[in-house]
C-alpha cells in the first residue's frame, strides 16, 4: 500500500516549456488534489477532483489544467512554464469531499528557468 | 483577516522542554481542527485530529482547542530532535483551511 505517489521528484524547466506531473493513490479514495507550496506563502489549492470525472478550480488555477484519468490517477500539466511556477507541487487524496482528511503524496520539486 | 493564521516560527527549543505551537482562527463555525506535521522534502502528514473544543493526548502530543478564544494548539512534552518538522494547523467545514505552518527546530 504506497499511498500517493508523484512522479517525477525533481525537475527542471526552461521558459515556455511543457511537463505533466503524475499523481496516483491506491486507497480508492473519491477526491484528489493539487497544491503548491511556496516560501511564506503555505499550501495553496490549484485544482481538485470531487470525484472520477470531475474537477475544479482551486485558489491559484491559472497557467495549470488537469485530468482526472481515472479514480487512481490526477495529473497537472504546465502548458508553458513560467518562473513563477517554481515551487514544490503536492497532490493529495481523501475518501470523498474537501472535508475530508487528505493524505499527501511526497512531492514534486520544480524549478522553472 | 486570513481564516487561520500561524506564526511562521523558526521556533528552536532544547531537546526535552515542552513545546507549545498555536494557531488563531477567525471563523467560530469551524468543529473540527487537525494539526499536520511535514519533515524537510516531505508531504504533510496527518498528526492530530479533534472535535470541537477540548483536549485530545497522543503519546507525547496533546492537542488543544478553545473555541471562546478561537485558538488551537498543540503541545509536544519530552521533546526530541526528530519533532524537527514544519506543523501545519487546519480547520475544516465544507474544505480543509491550512495555516502557513510553523517550522520547529530542537536543538540537541
Known amino acids: 500500500n504506497a499511498g500517493v505517489t508523484q512522479t517525477p521528484k525533481f525537475q527542471v524547466l526552461k521558459t515556455g516549456q511543457s511537463m505533466t506531473l503524475q499523481c496516483a493513490q491506491d486507497?480508492?479514495?473519491?477526491?484528489m488534489y493539487w497544491y503548491r507550496q511556496d516560501p511564506g506563502m503555505g499550501l495553496r489549492l490549484i485544482y481538485y477532483?470531487?470525484?472520477?470525472?470531475?474537477?475544479d478550480k482551486g485558489e491559484v488555477p491559472n497557467g495549470y489544467n488537469v485530468s482526472r484519468l481515472n479514480k487512481r490517477e490526477f495529473s497537472l500539466r504546465l502548458e508553458s512554464a513560467a518562473p513563477s511556477q517554481t515551487s514544490v507541487y503536492f497532490c493529495?487524496?481523501?475518501?470523498?469531499?474537501?472535508?475530508?482528511?487528505?493524505?499527501f503524496g511526497p512531492g514534486t520539486r520544480l524549478l522553472v528557468l | 483577516q486570513k481564516e487561520v493564521e500561524q506564526d511562521p516560527g523558526p521556533l528552536s527549543v532544547p531537546e526535552g522542554a515542552i513545546v507549545s505551537l498555536n494557531c488563531t482562527y477567525s471563523?467560530?463555525?469551524?468543529?473540527?481542527f487537525m494539526w499536520y506535521r511535514q519533515y524537510s522534502r516531505k508531504g504533510p502528514e496527518l498528526l492530530m485530529y479533534?472535535?470541537?473544543?477540548g483536549n485530545k493526548e497522543d503519546g507525547r502530543f496533546t492537542a488543544q482547542v478553545d473555541k471562546s478564544s478561537k485558538y488551537i494548539s498543540l503541545f509536544i512534552r519530552d521533546s526530541q530532535p526528530s519533532d524537527s518538522a514544519t506543523y501545519l494547523c487546519?480547520?475544516?467545514?465544507?474544505?480543509?483551511?491550512f495555516g502557513k505552518g510553523t517550522r520547529l527546530h530542537i536543538l540537541p
Open positions: 477532483s470531487a470525484s472520477e470525472g470531475t474537477t
Open positions: 487546519a480547520v475544516r467545514d465544507d474544505k480543509i483551511i
Open positions: 493529495a487524496s481523501s475518501s470523498s469531499g474537501r472535508s475530508e482528511t487528505q493524505y
Open positions: 486507497m480508492n479514495h473519491n477526491s
Open positions: 479533534t472535535y470541537s473544543s
Open positions: 471563523n467560530s463555525a469551524f468543529q473540527y
